[in-house]
């Protein structure tokens, strides 16, 4: 047993099985992904695993929430002992740093929430007794994940910090604040959690930044925008949340967002319009061609069918018709839906 485990959105799990294969494919290394519709996962079998992990990069995957190294499958496993068969596939590992016990976040998988909870309770003190867990969570080894996909079948795993989500289930938890427009909000959120790093967000995202959102109304991006202390051109015909309005941070203009170009170059500029992804994709070069924009961030809605070609070919578009050196990010978010979210900012040596 060798290969990835990846968890994704339920119902892309072909999406994701096909750019698995395909990634896996240009970096040489022939191998079949196993998945079922609505499941949540997709586990992609080669036979150096190892190598693989370390030739795709949790950063570069667009459809996976979190990226494993998968070491162990267990069918029927006894519920009166799940824990034995367990630490005898993982003797000879290395020791781990941490424990995590997941599932899923599929309909099959979230009731098993609780038996993972508990699971996890009495298989921590049996790993550290066997010394393959650290007696301390300790972040410079690698994680153990432990998926249950039901009571008598597990999916056991690793990870290593730097290359993966730091969240179980590669989900972040954010809440919804009181005074965000709309739900939108959290998706903003999120990218700027994900797809920019610590010092990215230190360095790009500063008071006194301008920026424009494009088609704002009802605001969810420019509010993230502002409580980044980036003043914001919301451009939309329709209306905003007047608590925008009265921040003094926001300028609403009634215009059309697809078409509208700023009278001098921007920090930032967002996107969250509902338009083919080509063009979207198009449009967004069209900014960072011209200047209009330093950065940007935006959403590709995706199609019913062939979601994953239409993503590469949009990302490609974009990436040829940008016509300068960008860092260019994507990923299905959490907060996401039939949509993907897309970063590019400057290339440092730009």
Request: glycine share 8%; proline share 7%.
């Amino acid at each position: 047993m060798d290969g990835l485990l990846a968890y994704c959105r339920q119902g892309f799990e072909p999406e994701l099985a096909a750019e698995l294969t395909d990634r896996a494919a240009e970096a040489g290394f022939a191998g079949y992904a196993r998945t079922e519709r609505d499941s949540g996962h997709v586990v992609f079998f080669c036979e150096d695993g190892a190598s693989l992990d370390r030739a795709l990069p949790f950063s570069s995957l667009i459809f996976a929430r979190q990226k494993l190294h998968l070491l162990a499958e267990l069918r029927g496993l006894a519920p009166q002992d799940r824990i034995a068969p367990m630490l005898d596939v993982l003797q000879g590992q290395t020791r781990f740093g941490e424990l995590v016990m997941e599932h899923p976040d599929s309909s099959a998988g979230k009731p098993l929430a609780g038996l993972a909870r508990s699971l996890g309770n009495a298989l921590r003190p049996a790993l550290r007794k066997a010394g393959l867990l650290a007696t301390k969570d300790n972040p410079g080894l690698p994680r153990l994940h432990v998926c249950l996909l039901s009571g008598d079948h597990a999916l056991l795993a690793r990870s290593h910090a730097a290359d993966s989500a730091p969240w179980p289930l590669g989900i972040p938890r954010l809440k919804m604040h009181k005074d965000a427009p709309s739900r939108s909000a959290l998706k903003l959120e999120e990218a700027l959690l994900v797809l920019l790093d610590a010092e990215e967000r230190q360095r790009l995202l500063k008071e006194g930044m301008v920026g424009a959102d494009l088609g704002a109304a009802p605001g969810g991006w420019t509010w993230v925008l502002t409580r980044n202390r980036i003043r914001v051109t919301a451009v939309d015909n329709g209306p905003l949340h007047p608590y925008l309005l009265a921040s003094g941070m926001v300028q609403h203009l009634r215009a059309d967002g697809f078409s509208w170009q700023p009278p001098h170059p921007l920090d930032w500029m967002v996107c969250d319009m509902v338009e083919q992804p080509r063009r979207v994709a198009e449009r967004m070069a069209t900014w960072l061609r011209e200047g209009w924009c330093r950065q940007a961030i935006f959403n590709l809605k995706l199609p019913m069918k062939k979601r994953w070609q239409e993503t590469r070919l949009c990302l490609d578009l974009f990436a040829q018709q940008a016509g300068k050196p960008l860092v260019i990010r994507a990923k299905q978010l959490y907060h996401d839906r039939e949509e993907i979210t897309v970063v590019a900012t400057p290339s440092r040596s730009n």
